[in-house]
């Protein structure tokens, strides 16, 4: 079982909709997660993370986790094409210094 | 302006060769990461740093060797025992382990033929 999982995509969604991008993890004792976007052939870059039970807004992302049943998603609202990247998930166990990488799921937001 | 550098962009090396990436930062972070990254493989962690003259193997250091003279600077040597080195590298740093958010330079795309 692989400890980060995402569905690699693509996921298409229309310009202006809200993409919603899910990832789970096998770790019960995970305690920090992150989203990264990474568009093609650049690095990835932080855009969220969360630590704590419910959601976390900023801007046009909100960030949900859900400890209970492992998993962690990303919506963005009024999608834009150059939302258009791949979004990697990453989780920090707790007690384990290093962070997990799922390997993404390529959103496609089509004008 | 804070940020990572890593140099070069592109780089092309025959087999046998070995090679050093450079990654520079000046946000004063104690931890400094590298990774590689595979079409379809995510990010895969080679070494970690979490203070000057120190530093850990990560999953995958196998043919990989790293130094931490400075806390500025964290290379990475790819050396010919590494039976794959063609790849994506990236560094990143964080404020701490403890603080895992973890912010990354702009990549070395590494050749080897």
């Known amino acids: 079982q692989k400890e980060v999982e995402q569905n690699s995509g693509p996921l298409s969604v229309p310009e202006g909709a809200i993409a919603s991008l899910n990832c789970t993890y096998s770790?019960?004792?995970?305690?920090?997660f992150f989203w990264y976007r990474q568009y093609s052939g650049k690095s990835p870059e932080l855009i969220m993370f969360?630590?704590?039970?419910g959601d976390k807004e900023d801007g046009r992302f909100t960030a949900q986790l859900n400890k209970a049943s492992q998993y962690v998603s990303l919506l963005i609202r009024d999608s834009q094409p150059s939302d258009s990247a791949t979004y990697l998930c990453?989780?920090?166990?707790?007690?384990?210094?290093?962070?997990?990488f799922g390997t993404g799921t390529k959103l496609q937001v089509i004008p | 302006d804070g940020g990572i550098t890593q140099s070069p962009k592109y780089l092309f090396r025959k087999e046998g060769q070995n090679v050093t990436l450079s990654c520079e930062q000046n946000?004063?972070?104690?931890?400094m990461y590298w990774y590689r990254q595979d079409p379809g493989q995510g990010l895969r962690l080679i070494y970690y740093?979490?203070?000057?003259?120190?530093?850990q193997k990560g999953d995958i250091a196998e043919g990989y060797s790293v130094s931490r003279e400075k806390k500025e600077s964290f290379p990475l040597t790819v050396t010919s025992a590494q039976k794959n080195p063609t790849a994506f590298y990236l560094c990143?740093?964080?404020?701490?382990?403890?603080?895992?958010?973890?912010?990354f330079g702009p990549g070395t795309r590494l050749t080897v033929t």
């Open positions: 946000l004063n972070h104690d931890a």
């Open positions: 770790d019960r004792g995970s305690q920090s």
């Open positions: 990143a740093s964080s404020i701490g382990l403890a603080v895992p958010e973890q912010y």
């Open positions: 740093s979490q203070i000057v003259n120190d530093f």
């Open positions: 990453a989780v920090k166990s707790g007690g384990y210094q290093k962070v997990t």
């Open positions: 969360i630590y704590s039970n």
